[in-house]
T-cell receptor
Framework: TQLLEQSPQFLSIQEGENLTVYCNSSSVFSSLQWYRQEPGEGPVLLVTVVTGGEVKKLKRLTFQFGDARKDSSLHITAAQPGDTGLYLCAGARGTGANNLFFGTGTRLTVIP | GAGVSQSPRYKVAKRGQDVALRCDPISGHVSLFWYQQALGQGPEFLTYFQNEAQLDKSGLPSDRFFAERPEGSVSTLKIQRTQQEDSAVYLC????????????FGPGTRLTVL
């Protein structure tokens, strides 16, 4: 059982559409990260959020950390085929944490 | 190279065989992490080293799993008497200071146990 549940598990959209991926937990995290993983590669860090309510933008990607630091969302505007991949959220519990708890993953396919 | 490297990239083992997976972290990185990623799932923590000290091995699924980092650099994850449920991608990550928020991942080793 993983602490972080992501939804949807699979998402297939047309190029140019918008989408939101959710990452939910009943546990509180001191920080939360979003990664993208391509086949045959390790996860690559996109962003880290540490403050409840925090919003970060990275080009067409917008990340939000919930006020209670139990959930997060990733919104992509005008999706492109290059956005295709497995999106993973991951949280650290407490300061000095030495491991991350990963979510179940959302596999995104953007169709040209 | 500048990143984390892992070898072999692919390993096929017969059930009952022992395997050894290698991780070369980024030079100078103090901390090293191992994760197991089953097909279609997110990675799950196995163990953590700070230099040569294994500070957390709470994620190792059984006593068949053993990890070491004798000189505080290269690490080896060993699995004895492999079973089919061990089939997964094994990811290694390193961090300069031990901050979990600054982990750099290797490409992983895909282990298939027949």
């Amino acid at each position: 059982t993983q602490l972080l549940e992501q939804s949807p598990q699979f998402l297939s959209i047309q190029e140019g559409e918008n989408l939101t991926v959710y990452c939910n937990s009943s546990s509180v995290f001191s920080s939360l990260q979003w990664y993208r993983q391509e086949p045959g590669e390790g996860p690559v860090l996109l962003v880290t959020v540490v403050t409840g309510g925090e919003v970060k933008k990275l080009k067409r990607l917008t990340f939000q950390f919930g006020d209670a630091r139990k959930d997060s969302s990733l919104h992509i505007t005008a999706a492109q085929p290059g956005d295709t991949g497995l999106y993973l959220c991951a949280g650290a519990r407490g300061t000095g944490a030495n491991n991350l708890f990963f979510g179940t993953g959302t596999r995104l396919t953007v169709i040209p | 190279g500048a990143g984390v490297s892992q070898s072999p990239r692919y390993k096929v083992a017969k059930r009952g065989q022992d395997v050894a997976l290698r991780c070369d972290p980024i030079s100078g990185h103090v901390s090293l992490f191992w994760y197991q990623q089953a097909l279609g799932q997110g990675p799950e923590f196995l163990t953590y080293f700070q230099n040569e000290a294994q500070l957390d091995k709470s994620g190792l699924p059984s006593d068949r799993f053993f990890a070491e980092r004798p000189e505080g650099s290269v690490s080896t994850l060993k699995i004895q008497r492999t079973q089919q449920e061990d089939s997964a991608v094994y990811l290694c990550a390193s961090s300069l200071s031990g901050d979990v928020n600054e982990q750099f991942f290797g490409p992983g080793t895909r282990l298939t146990v027949l």
